[in-house]
């Protein structure tokens, strides 16, 4: 691995602060998503997970800027608890009126069995050390808690980078493909749900806006090219369902 492929990856711990040291980027790649999603919707299928065994207290690791908590909390009734390694990602939770607390997922501040559900969105390839997420999420689960894992498949969005001239590959640390073997290891029952969908890009300007917001492709907003059809790329989430004893 080259030392610029180390520096891109998604588990590099200084790519991670700078990225989500602020909000813009994340809220720019989010509401594009939203807006141009046709199909199945991942972040949908993550809040049905949490809402289908009607928690109690929810602990959200990753928070971000906290649009999920709230969610949790004023659909669902539910107590919610968030927790980031951002100081403006609280910040930004705790002006949802979410109870949030600065912290590393490698490493929880809460006592053993605490939470009936623990959801981690799209988070567990950010981190280094997995088994130490994994271990931490688990102990603070009560007996039959659930844990809920977003994360994307390796092919998520290929053809919008092939589009534009790069190589759709790459090898997420905790993906579609791998996640659910990395949990099996620490609960007896993981079940994996496809979000399978497409994002269809209507004109440049939107493309080129969602790619300059990408972590680790914003460089290629520069190869957007004039079109006049829509450009669709398949979109692939995975949402892991793991059921504590």
């Not at 949802?96 to 501040?109: S, T």
């Not at 559900?117 to 688990?138: D, F, M, S």
């Not at 749900?193 to 972590?215: I, K, L, T």
Request: with cysteine.
């Amino acid at each position: 691995m080259s030392e610029i492929d180390r520096e891109l990856r998604l588990d590099n711990p200084m790519l991670v602060r700078w990225e989500f040291a602020s909000e813009e980027r994340l809220a720019t790649r989010n509401a594009i998503y939203r807006q141009l999603i046709e199909g199945d919707d991942g972040e949908e299928f993550l809040f049905q997970a949490v809402a289908e065994v009607r928690p109690g207290r929810v602990l959200e690791v990753g928070c971000g800027a906290g649009e999920l908590a709230a969610r949790i909390a004023d659909e669902l009734g539910a107590e919610v608890v968030a927790l980031d390694s951002s100081e403006r990602m609280v910040s930004l939770t705790r002006q949802r009126g979410v109870e949030a607390v600065i912290g590393d997922v490698q490493q929880l501040p809460f006592d053993d069995e605490s939470f009936d559900c623990v959801v981690a969105g799209w988070l567990l390839y950010h981190v280094a050390n997995r088994e130490a997420a994994i271990t931490e999420c688990k102990r603070v689960l009560r007996p039959s808690g659930r844990f809920v894992a977003a994360t994307l498949a390796d092919e998520n969005l290929a053809d919008l980078w092939r589009f534009l001239g790069s190589s759709g590959e790459r090898t997420l640390t905790f993906s579609s493909a791998n996640g659910k073997e990395q949990l099996e290891e620490h609960f007896p029952h993981v079940e994996a749900r496809e979000a399978e969908g497409v994002v269809v890009f209507p004109d440049p300007p939107s493309m080129r806006q969602f790619v300059a917001a990408d972590m680790t492709r914003a460089h290629l907003a520069a190869n957007v090219p004039a079109f006049k059809d829509p450009v669709p790329a398949r979109s692939h989430h995975t949402v892991f369902v793991a059921e504590k004893v």
